[in-house]
């Protein structure tokens, strides 16, 4: 009786057991959306775990023996977009038929999900365990609009500075120290090579950073993750270079555990788009990864890219009426050759070794890079000579068309040699400096030497099928030298390191080595070095159910900077050399969100976040070349930001609206400018420091996809926003004309103004057709407005209206003191014209054997419009009389300067796959 007794208590507790052990099964088969064959040795994985297959000569798929819990099953095939799907499994489950999309070179590597199951987008799905969430590593119509065909005007997503966009390779963050943006040029022309991303949008959840309000892109360099095969190609445009180079191949992982992926490319052009621009570029990529076994894999990844191109010049609407659109005032000829003054060289190589740890549950990636390199900005500089560059507003006929000075005949004679020549004439500037010692003309490079070791590790873990927390660790450590470096002295044999409009030991820009002497390749003007620093830490999670999801994530982060100045220059004597005060900034954030499914196809999402961004060297530094002047009253931006959306999905409808708000305070804008009228008649040079300024940002998007046959797909976009000052913010300035007076300029009366840099308006209407025979097209109209130009904060403060007496100025017409109308209407906001551009892409595709042949075609602005991109209003003029005069000139002389895009561009590209 007492076995019996133990045998029925064995048995009973063995039954949950039993259950723990009870698997699953994922079923699905794979298609080729416009012709419905089947696609064989597909790739199916289960990220972050080790469980993969191939489809078999019909399509299908089935993965076996699963746990519980919620998946992200990836699904890879050479030529082909990826898709990504988010798999809540609670029994097996059949995903019926997923359709893969070619790929369409050059455009973004976007995941388009179309799910037939019956679990996943029927609207009657009672019977159903789970309705799929969001996944955020698609990016929809509005999104691929954005990047595509609103950028052409300068477009900015909800109005952000591309800071807000955080970018990290393997989680290792790439935004700037500087800054606060990445550089793209460190990896660009490397396409191929780092297709593989995950994207968050927005403030949604991202498992390799908390992020930032504009989104998280992750690059993921690992080698395994691409399959064996190669591709050439080679391109031809008219935009920034003329010609692109490019060869990537894959080893795929091999018997002995090993996988290589290797890519280059080359980008060149004579002249771009604009008038003397040209371009050189090399790129070269390796990552190689070592699996020992199913738990550890190590990878080492190399990426250097080498950029150099000529920079092109805003101008006046006078200059680009006598000259054109594509007109640039940086370059000349220099025996038959185009030689631009303001070359800008980007060279930071990256190394990368990163360790994955992969569990049944968890995961662990963590990442140590150095990035080195180098950064320069050339210049043409002049001493004690007149002004070289050509659009020099006494050259110009507007000069002569002004009060006192009118001279019609010197106007035609200015106009006539504008029209001639108006470039810089390089062999004049050699024969000026010709046997001189001292040189009159010099060309420099701004050169930023930086050195960064980072590191960053991931933990990633399912506490149960419901739950999963994503943790993560940073550290990134800055030293960055920043001088001024001679680089060509035209023909003369030296150069004087003094300030030519200073006087005593104020003319030295270094007072412990007076009157130095600079050769080619010396240092001189500034010298000092930046150290920069930051730990941070985040924690996250995500939490699904039949019908909400949600999220909640913290972030900690500690910022410190400081500067070492190795000159002690003549004017700020007592704060330039050695080491200013070291400035930290501790930063909490926090954000959260949910997504309550009505249906399948019915979904509601919220997100919410306060964000605390510290300042960057760029903000913190007032002005670091010549001294340690901290900006006043610097602290931390703070962000208070959320939106709701509405999504709507079906096998032939992907729909999302968006409706956002955001505020930002505390930020800090800065900038250099040439200003007259600031103490009576005298003009200075000077640093701009605006601080306190406050920021608005609301509006809409929508994001559709409509497949109204198997073949034709009909898109839509919209954005309607209005991004404004918020507040009125106060105005510092710094000069070396005025280091002993009061440097607080007060007030800058900026609230309702409109900010400046992208069109607030964008919509999209466009149709894509794609032939069962492997040829597509897509045709869109877009249509941009309200893009407004940027204003001067200094004129838009008391000093602007107010004489040195402290009494308004007295109008020349009225006689009487000017009024505030008369202020508001001389310094009315500028708004753009709007802008509707068609923009047509194509592409065909042949498979010969077990190569794919394919060209790809876009043509931007098909009808040939001209619009202003941007542009900027001068403080020359920085008083009411001044600037009032200079606006009834029929061409004011200091009017704002532009930057415009004009003329069709092209973009033809031809590829080998293999």
């Given at each position: ?41 597909v ?97 929809d ?42 550089q ?87 002249e ?17 990864e ?52 303001r ?38 500089g ?42 810089l ?28 070791i ?8 399912k ?18 030298r ?67 999801d ?30 200013g005060e ?28 306060y ?46 609206l ?5 505020k ?19 003009a ?17 998007e929508l994001?559709?996809?409509y ?11 919209g ?19 005025f ?5 607080d ?53 008391e ?29 009315q ?41 941007g ?23 200091f ?12 973009y ?7």
């Amino acid at each position: 009786m007492k076995k019996l007794i133990l045998l029925g208590f064995l048995c009973f507790s063995y039954i949950p057991y039993l259950r723990a052990q009870t698997t699953y099964s994922i079923r699905g088969e794979i298609q080729e959306v416009t012709t419905e064959n089947p696609l064989s040795q597909v790739q199916i994985s289960i990220l972050n775990t080790n469980y993969f297959t191939e489809t078999d000569i019909g399509g299908i798929f089935v993965l076996e023996k699963l746990q519980k819990g919620d998946y992200k099953l990836q699904i890879r095939l050479t030529g082909y977009l990826v898709q990504t799907l988010p798999i809540s499994l609670e029994k097996s489950i059949d995903l019926g038929t997923i359709y893969l999309e070619p790929i369409i070179d050059n455009f973004q590597d976007a995941s388009i999900i179309s799910l037939t199951d019956d679990d996943l987008t029927e609207d009657n799905s009672s019977n159903s365990e789970y309705i799929s969430g969001l996944f955020q590593s698609s990016k929809d119509a509005y999104l691929k609009a954005a990047a595509f065909n609103f950028s052409q005007a300068w477009f900015k997503v909800r109005g952000y500075d591309s800071r807000y966009g955080q970018i990290t390779l393997n989680g290792v963050e790439m935004n700037k120290f500087y800054d606060g943006r990445p550089q793209w040029s460190n990896w660009g022309g490397l396409n191929d090579a780092l297709r593989n991303q995950d994207f968050s949008n927005g403030i949604a959840p991202s498992e390799v950073s908390f992020g930032n309000m504009l989104g998280t892109t992750n690059f993921k360099t690992r080698a395994s993750l691409n399959r064996e095969g190669g591709k050439v190609s080679y391109a031809l445009t008219n935009k920034s270079y003329t010609g692109r180079a490019m060869a990537t191949y894959s080893t795929g992982l091999n018997d002995k555990n090993w996988a290589l992926t290797v890519s280059g490319s080359r980008r060149y052009a004579e002249e771009g788009y604009m008038d003397g621009t040209p371009y050189n570029s090399w790129s070269g990529f390796i990552a190689a990864e070592k699996k020992f076994n199913e738990n550890h894999s190590i990878n080492l990844t190399a990426i250097g890219a080498f950029n150099r191109k000529g920079k092109s010049s805003p101008s006046t609407q006078e200059v680009y009426d006598l000259k054109g659109y594509t007109y640039n005032s940086y370059w000349g000829d220099q025996v038959g050759d185009i030689r631009n003054s303001r070359m800008k060289e980007i060279f930071e190589p990256i190394v990368m070794l990163t360790h994955y740890y992969t569990s049944e549950k968890s995961t662990l990636t963590s990442s140590i890079s150095y990035q080195t390199g180098h950064t320069t900005n050339g210049r043409l500089g002049y001493f004690n000579a007149p002004n070289p560059d050509p659009t020099y507003w006494k050259y110009l006929p507007s000069n002569y068309l002004r009060g006192n000075n009118y001279d019609l005949g010197q106007a035609y004679l200015a106009d006539q040699d504008f029209r001639n020549n108006g470039q810089l004439n390089w062999n004049e500037l050699y024969l000026t400096n010709a046997g001189k010692e001292n040189a009159s003309y010099y060309v420099y490079d701004d050169r930023v030497e930086d050195s960064q070791i980072s590191f960053n590790s991931n933990f990633n873990t399912k506490i149960n099928a419901n739950v999963q927390i994503n943790t993560g660790v940073s550290f990134k450590s800055l030293s960055s030298r920043n001088f001024a470096e001679m680089t060509d002295l035209l023909g003369a044999t030296s150069f004087l390191d003094i300030d030519q409009y200073a006087i005593g030991d104020a003319r030295d820009n270094d007072l412990n080595n007076p009157n130095k002497v600079v050769g080619v390749g010396d240092e001189f003007q500034y010298n000092y070095n930046i150290a920069a620093s930051s730990v941070g830490a985040f924690a996250q999670v995500q939490v699904t159910s039949k019908k909400v999801d949600y999220f909640a994530g913290l972030n900690f982060k500690n910022s410190n900077f400081q500067r070492d100045g190795l000159y002690k220059n003549g004017t700020f004597a007592n704060n330039s050399f050695g080491k200013g005060e070291k400035q930290s900034f501790s930063d909490f954030s926090a954000k959260g969100g949910f997504t309550y499914k009505f249906t399948g196809r019915h979904l509601f999402n919220v997100n919410g976040a306060y964000l605390s961004n510290a300042a960057t060297i760029r903000t913190v530094f007032s002005n670091s070349r010549v001294n340690n002047e901290i900006t006043p009253t610097i602290t931390s931006e703070k962000v208070v930001t959320a939106d709701a959306n509405y999504i709507f999905r079906s096998p032939k409808i992907q729909a999302r609206l968006t409706g956002y708000f955001t505020k930002i305070s505390d930020a800090v804008e800065t900038s250099f400018l040439f200003a007259e009228g600031l103490r009576g008649d005298q003009a200075d040079f000077v640093s701009e420091i605006l601080t306190g300024v406050e920021k608005k940002h609301i509006g809409a998007e929508l994001s559709l996809e409509y497949q109204a046959t198997p073949t034709v797909k009909v898109l839509g976009a919209g954005s309607f926003g209005q991004f404004t000052y918020n507040n009125n913010p106060n105005l510092y300035l710094q000069s070396e004309s005025f280091v002993d007076e009061d440097s607080d300029f007060g007030t800058a009366y900026l609230q309702d103004y409109k900010l400046s840099g992208t069109p607030q308006r964008a919509y999209l209407l466009g149709i894509e057709y794609r032939d069962p025979t492997y040829y597509w097209f897509q045709v869109s109209g877009n249509y941009m407005s309200n893009n407004y130009l940027d204003i001067s904060p200094l004129l838009r403060t008391e000093n602007f209206y107010v004489d040195t007496d402290g009494i308004p100025f007295i109008d020349d017409e009225t006689g009487v003191q000017v009024t505030q109308e008369q202020v508001d209407g001389l310094l009315q906001q500028e708004k753009f014209d709007d802008i509707f551009l068609m923009n047509i892409v194509a592409g065909k595709s042949w498979k010969i054997n077990d190569y794919y042949l394919g060209v790809f075609a876009g043509i931007n602005n098909v009808l040939g419009e001209t619009y202003k991109t941007g542009g900027f209003e001068q403080a020359r003029n920085a008083n009411y009389p001044e600037l009032k005069e200079d606006k009834n000139l029929e061409n004011p002389i200091f009017g704002p300067k532009y930057w415009y895009n004009s003329g069709t561009s092209y973009y033809f590209n031809l590829y080998v796959r293999f």
